[in-house]
């Protein structure tokens, strides 16, 4: 997006010059647009066309020039600019973002606006979010009309202004892996107050995070202002339904591995084997292409794998993430396409390395005659495609 207030000017040069530093200071970067799927086999997230062909992400961001305009000192009241454009209303709405502050008052005489500027506003700030994700702590924003100029209010997310509503029973948050064990340990039907750190990645980044909670029935994700931990049942359950699935699934796999694993395995020699009993136990519902109305739900989650012997792989995933887990192997879902088609695997950790495993595309197969989606340091790119960045946002978590 090209800067709107470009001067020929030579005496504005200083004016840019002191602009840039500024804004360099805020440290407001854009980054990928994130797409939510409506459908495809169990994966919660689905990616974009491309993805990296190496371990490093590959981001392509979008440009947006440093705005021209002189920024306010710090803690005082915006000086009134004049906009020409919609852009030049939306570069403004960019800068104040990133300085976390108030717009200026714009003066509008040479803007056409609708009947409603509160909307018009609005789609501008959408159109912002959606190519600076990050930008989403402004979690809301207003706007109207007053004596010719445009007053535009923005609501920051407390942990961007350390603004926080008073609550004693808020939890402190120090850094994003306590998140994920905060949400782990108080999953029900209460939301959790929080207290998130200034550093803390962009909102969508923390709901990545969050969706490793829950095994398929319940949604963890940040309310609207960043201030609680939220829960929401799937499918239509109720929280009670989804808990009680929750315990179960926790329940067999304990059962599970009590059955196969003794205390003389080695870590590896665990993971070997928990995959084995999936790979030689659970079949693919393959009502999924034949008759996915009455494909039951549980077939997306570790029920449906551990309970039932029959899932897709969701199933399968969320059973090897519990199990792993359970004897104390980190393990994260990882959601991409394998063949072109929307898919759930996992990254795991073991002795300090974090490898891929597929159990869905392993089933049927024995050690003896070699695993081929088991333990592997890097994945065939021409198979499986996903969004690095995600991954490594969960690996940096340890």
């Not at 200026?104 to 018009?120: K, Q, W």
């Not at 702590?137 to 010719?148: L, N």
């Not at 994003?176 to 750190?197: F, H, S, T, W």
């Not at 693919?284 to 109305?293: H, L």
């Amino acid at each position: 997006m090209k800067a709107i207030f470009h001067k020929t000017n030579i005496s504005l040069v200083g004016t840019l010059i002191f602009v840039l530093c500024l804004l360099s200071v805020a440290g407001c970067t854009g980054t990928k647009e994130e797409v939510r799927p409506e459908g495809g086999e169990s994966a919660q997230e689905t990616i974009q066309d491309s993805a990296p062909e190496t371990t490093v992400p590959v981001t392509t961001e979008p440009e947006y020039e440093s705005p021209s305009k002189e920024l306010p000192p710090e803690n005082k009241e915006p000086v009134p600019i004049s906009v020409s454009a919609p852009e030049d209303i939306k570069e403004e709405l960019y800068a104040a973002i990133c300085a976390v502050r108030k717009p200026a008052p714009m003066e509008i005489s040479g803007v056409t606006l609708s009947d409603n500027p509160d909307i018009d506003v609005k789609n501008l700030y959408y159109e912002l979010t959606r190519d600076y994700p990050d930008l989403k702590y402004a979690y809301d924003i207003t706007a109207k009309i007053e004596d010719g100029f445009l007053l535009c209010e923005i609501s920051y997310m407390p942990y961007k202004t350390g603004n926080w509503p008073a609550n004693e029973d808020a939890l402190t948050i120090h850094n994003m892996k306590e998140l994920l064990q905060v949400a782990e340990e108080n999953i029900g039907e209460d939301a959790v107050p929080i207290r998130l750190p200034q550093q803390s990645p962009g909102p969508d980044d923390m709901n990545r995070i969050l969706g490793q909670v829950g095994g398929g029935y319940i949604l963890c994700a940040l309310n609207r202002d960043g201030t609680k931990i939220t829960y929401t049942p799937a499918m239509g359950m109720d929280m009670e339904e989804c808990l009680s699935l929750l315990k179960q699934a926790d329940q067999l796999a304990k059962q599970i591995i009590d059955r196969e694993l003794n205390d003389s395995m080695t870590q590896r020699q665990k993971a070997e084997a928990l995959y084995t009993y999936l790979t030689g136990n659970v079949k693919y519902d393959k009502r999924y292409y034949s008759d996915r109305n009455n494909m039951p739900y549980d077939a997306q989650t570790a029920i449906g794998a551990l309970r039932d012997n029959l899932a897709i792989c969701g199933g399968c995933s969320h059973a090897l993430k519990l199990l792993f887990e359970k004897v104390g192997t980190p393990c994260y879902n990882v959601t991409g396409t394998y063949y072109g088609e929307n898919h759930m695997w996992s990254i795991a950790c073991l002795d300090g390395e974090w490898l891929w495993f597929d159990a869905t595309s392993g089933r049927g197969v024995s050690p003896e005659f070699g695993f081929r989606h088991y333990a592997l340091k890097e994945l065939d790119t021409t198979k499986y495609r996903w969004e690095q960045d995600r991954v490594d946002l969960l690996l940096n978590l340890f």
